[in-house]
């Protein structure tokens, strides 16, 4: 790796960022490196930058959250490595139209769980509807974060941050059931080892493995392509909020840093048989 990307590399690392995220913002700065190679990047302006993005990105109908992954992503390179703050006037974000998230209801969720024939496959559809857990934080999961007698796991996210989740009695149940079928297997404390470490040089299961493990689970069950694992989460959100449960108490839970990324469940989970309408009682136009 060539001075300036391990600068970035070294410098996410510090901030603690995820590796999901490093790999993506190298990713990012590698393709951009190359499309002006043999050119001195130091004297590149917004507009030219802005132009890389048209041509690569815009102009080819990418999603305007890919597009500000890669601005944020070349915005950090000159920063670290030139000391250069581009001007966010000339080299403006994509405005992200708002999409609240789909989410799949409880007896749904339930109706998929039991269908599942496989443990590992069921252990991680709870893990993340039963607890609202993330993919990495699924398979990250540890054997000492299950904290039983409190019926509580510890969860590192985002961020290095710790918190607490729930851990419901169906889950405890599947784990301890899946510790006595392979416990002979666990890694360095991981609770699902990967599969192929020697490619990919980790001790736990890549996300890619429950990934393609839920494409399956979708199709066996004609869901939505748009439905992902991350739905799981939502759907936990929103079942939370339903149920009673305090905003401020589901974003500790969630990990979420501010509570502006909570409310939006809120809305979702607001019934509105009970907002009045000034065509109610009206049976006939």
Not at 36 to 52: A, M, Q, R, V, W
Not at 71 to 98: E, G, H, M
Not at 156 to 176: A, C, H, S, Y
Not at 207 to 218: D, G, L, P, R, S
Request: aromatic share 10%; charged share 25%; hydrophobic share 35%.
């Amino acid at each position: 790796m060539t001075k300036d990307l391990q600068k970035v590399k070294d410098l996410l690392k510090v901030r603690g960022c995820s590796d999901k995220t490093i790999a993506n913002y190298l990713s990012c700065i590698n393709r951009f490196k190359k499309s002006y190679e043999g050119k001195e990047l130091k004297k590149l302006k917004e507009s030219d930058i802005l132009d890389y993005l048209k041509n690569n990105f815009i102009d080819l109908g990418f999603s305007p959250a890919s597009i500000n992954v890669n601005r944020a992503a070349i915005k950090y390179y000159y920063l670290v490595n030139f000391n250069i703050d581009f001007n966010k006037a000339l080299l403006p974000q994509c405005k992200v139209a708002r999409r609240y998230p789909k989410i799949l209801s409880k007896e749904e969720i339930l109706k998929i769980i039991n269908t599942e024939n496989n443990l590992k496959h069921q252990l991680w559809l709870l893990l993340g509807y039963g607890s609202g857990l993330r993919i990495d934080e699924v398979t990250t999961l540890k054997v000492s974060d299950i904290l039983s007698k409190e019926h509580k796991m510890r969860i590192i996210g985002k961020g290095n941050k710790e918190r607490f989740v729930p851990l419901p009695d169906i889950t405890l149940k599947l784990l301890r059931l899946y510790w006595l079928k392979n416990k002979e297997k666990i890694t360095n404390d991981y609770l699902f080892p990967a599969l192929y470490k020697k490619i990919n040089h980790k001790d736990h299961m890549s996300t890619y493995t429950v990934q393609e493990a839920f494409q399956k689970i979708k199709s066996n069950n004609n869901l939505d392509n748009n439905y992902t694992f991350h739905t799981l989460r939502h759907s936990f959100a929103t079942e939370y909020i339903k149920s009673g449960g305090d905003i401020w108490e589901l974003k500790s839970l969630l990990g979420h840093s501010s509570i502006n990324s909570t409310m939006v469940y809120l809305h979702m989970a607001e019934d509105f048989s009970k907002v009045s309408s000034p065509l109610d009682g009206v049976d006939n136009v």
